[in-house]
């Protein structure tokens, strides 16, 4: 394969109609923090979801790319290859956002692939095999637990009304969400969800920002993914009973609050982790009735747990339920899991292309595993697949903070536009 820069094809991606595209989706779902950081609160199949995506419906139009929804709300855009019988290469990622989340997360994995094919287009390259750009619905488990609904449907992982039934914090359900966004958009063709025709991808390229901080203290523009690690995410909720605060002895109550404590301080003991590799997150807390003069009675918590070692991620993951069982004092409890991703290494074709794209262009590229999750993960049964990260200032993520320059995201797209050049000739 060539390990040559395609000058004409590097050329086409332009910096300054990538950022002025993210700057303008950015502004959809917007928000100021106490610190000036600008935000992005997009949730995802919300009215916020809708106005972006029919914004990434019009660069595709101007591009020329046709469109098609599937039944999880999963958006294709297509450039089609000179063999359209060839099984497409697909890049993306999502467009919905954490609440409190950046300009970045997700949505630059789209805007790349859309500049990415656009560039080919323009430069004339040609590409024998279609190349699709895919926003999938739902990564980030933000308004919806759990994340990457739209992947794992794809993929198989799950049945596609897997999650009609999951409720968002106003009781709306995934199900009725999905209806709303079908009906806004009911002028879109559908295509089967899926591989189409049984063919699954020729390979999946997603480009997204690092969330962490190594490519900027290395001084790397590219980060070529060798993997991503485990996660499991659960739902803790403790049973007690109300009382008076004021009138209820303490030794009679049945305290779903100070049981949930006691469970989350035993958790911290089980995923201790002297070499700081596991990672251990509660960060979703319900209380009922939620005064402070009741004693709660029902307390929600989740669990997001993550490993890169899968023996690790099974036999803690498999011993939450015994601690919490063991560190209740007066409660019952349930335990519910709701996301189980295995770690996945990539296999090298992907990871290869991008190397050979960072290496022609000149680039700084490290090969490092992914800390977050993300859509990449369910498609490594159905193909060859990758990421390629670009920095992000400080590594900040999932925060009004996050930034990547200019510079830095078109450097990436110009990676992702070689290397999925590459992947679509072979
Ligand atoms: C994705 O947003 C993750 O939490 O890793
Ligand atoms: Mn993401
Ligand atoms: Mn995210």
Redesign the pocket.
């Known amino acids: 394969m060539p390990d040559t820069v395609a000058p004409n094809l590097v050329a086409a991606v332009s910096e300054s109609r990538h950022w002025d595209r993210m700057m303008e989706m950015a502004a959809i779902g917007a928000f100021t923090d106490a610190d000036g950081n600008i935000g992005v609160n997009r949730p995802c199949l919300s009215e916020l979801d809708r106005q972006a995506r029919r914004l990434l419906i019009s660069y595709a139009q101007q591009a020329g790319l046709p469109v098609s929804v599937d039944a999880l709300g999963n958006l294709f855009l297509r450039h089609e290859g000179s063999d359209p019988t060839l099984a497409p290469v697909l890049t993306g990622s999502?467009m919905d956002s954490?609440p409190n989340g950046g300009r970045f997360?997700?949505i630059w994995g789209v805007m790349a692939g859309l500049e990415a094919v656009q560039a080919i287009r323009e430069s004339g390259v040609a590409t024998r095999r279609a190349i699709e750009v895919v926003a999938w619905t739902n990564?980030?488990?933000?308004r919806f637990a759990p994340?990457?609904m739209g992947s794992m449907a794809y993929a198989g992982f799950a049945k596609p009304d897997t999650w009609d039934a999951v409720t968002d914090l106003q009781g709306v359900t995934v199900g009725d969400a999905l209806a709303e966004q079908h009906a806004a958009e009911a002028d879109l063709p559908r295509r089967p969800l899926g591989v189409v025709d049984g063919i699954a991808p020729h390979a999946y390229l997603e480009a997204h920002i690092e969330?962490g901080p190594i490519l900027e203290m290395e001084g790397d523009e590219i980060g070529i993914v060798t993997g991503i690690q485990g996660?499991r995410w659960f739902l803790v909720e403790i049973q007690g009973r109300t009382d008076h605060a004021g009138t209820s002895p303490l030794r009679i109550r049945r305290d779903a609050m100070q049981d949930a404590v006691r469970a989350i301080t035993a958790l911290n003991a089980l995923m201790h982790d002297p070499a700081d590799v596991l990672r251990f997150t509660v960060a979703s807390m319900e209380v009922f009735p939620n005064t402070s003069n009741t004693v709660a009675d029902r307390v929600r918590f989740t669990i997001?747990f993550?490993h890169p070692d899968n023996e690790v991620l099974q036999a803690r993951g498999n011993a939450i339920a015994g601690v919490i069982q063991a560190a209740l004092q007066t409660c019952r409890f349930t335990l519910t899991e709701r996301f189980h991703a295995v770690p996945v290494n990539f296999q090298q074709e992907v990871p290869a292309a991008v190397e050979r794209a960072a290496k022609a262009q000149g680039l700084r590229a490290r090969r490092m595993p992914?800390?977050?999750?993300?859509d990449a993960q369910f498609m490594v049964p159905l193909c060859p697949t990758g990421m390629l990260f670009v920095p992000c200032r400080n590594g900040v993520?999932?925060h009004p903070a996050e930034y990547s320059t200019a510079a830095q995201l078109a450097a990436g797209t110009r990676v992702l536009a070689q290397a999925l050049t590459e992947l679509a000739n072979t």
């Open positions: 999502h954490q997360d997700g990564e980030e488990g933000g994340g990457c969330q996660s997001d993550r992914s800390g977050a999750f993300h993520s999932h």
